[in-house]
């Protein structure tokens, strides 16, 4: 899925564990995506000095933040000179667990999955124009660009695989794309305030979630190349700029 000679796909950040590079995957006609110009993450507040030296090192100033008006007030992203870009997705999965568990119902594993199934489909019901902002951002320029939320893998998680998908890589790579947030999120304070089963849940990502989301766009756009161009945008003049922008020239693949 990448080059012999790729950089690391995780960044290896000691404040913001998620972050990592959308590179190397093969897209359309073989070609790669290009690397260091599309990373996700998750929330850039905690970065440290040694963080923020590496981000400066690779000019990542644009920021696409879909975190929710209380996520960003308390924690604020600290990229030096960044341009962020409020896209807000709200409720959260948490928002609505911690509404329960304050009222004193707790839910239970299956129960906790089935509230992160809807949550997804809501992405696709609700959110739709948020993601659609995500790919004007994109199509404005090939600087380097973060998205984020909170974690970095729901809301995040979904916009890696439209983005991915346009570019023409495989479902199967950007299910483990999506995946491998299980391999590099590490546990924040938030996990020690719910009961381990639903926190085994909500601070991982499983597979039926994000097909969740797949579904509800074939149900309501019948493909997800006809929810990329009926409801985001993107349409094939947008997808081969994109295209352009984004993955490496034939030769270089």
Known sequence: MTTSQSPSRSLHLAG????????????????????????????????????????RELQVLRVCDFRGVQERST???????????????????????????????KPGEAEVVALMQETYRNFVRENTPRFADLFGHLLVSDAPLVFHCTAGKDRTGFAAALILHALGVPRDVILHDYLLTNELLAPGPASHKVPPEIAAVLFRVQEPFLAAALHAVDEDHGSLDGYLTSAL????????QLSAMYLQPASQS
């Open 16 to 55: 913001a564990t998620n972050f990592r590079d959308l590179g190397g995957y093969a897209g359309h006609g073989g070609r790669l995506v290009r690397w260091r110009r599309l990373f996700r993450s998750d929330h850039l507040a905690a970065l440290t000095a040694q963080d923020q030296h590496v981000l």
């Open 75 to 105: 924690a604020a992203c600290i990229i030096e000179g960044a341009q962020v870009h409020s896209l807000p997705i709200e409720p959260t999965i948490v928002q609505r667990l911690s509404s329960m568990l304050q009222a004193g119902y």
């Open 233 to 240: 945008g993107v349409g094939p003049a947008q997808r081969a």
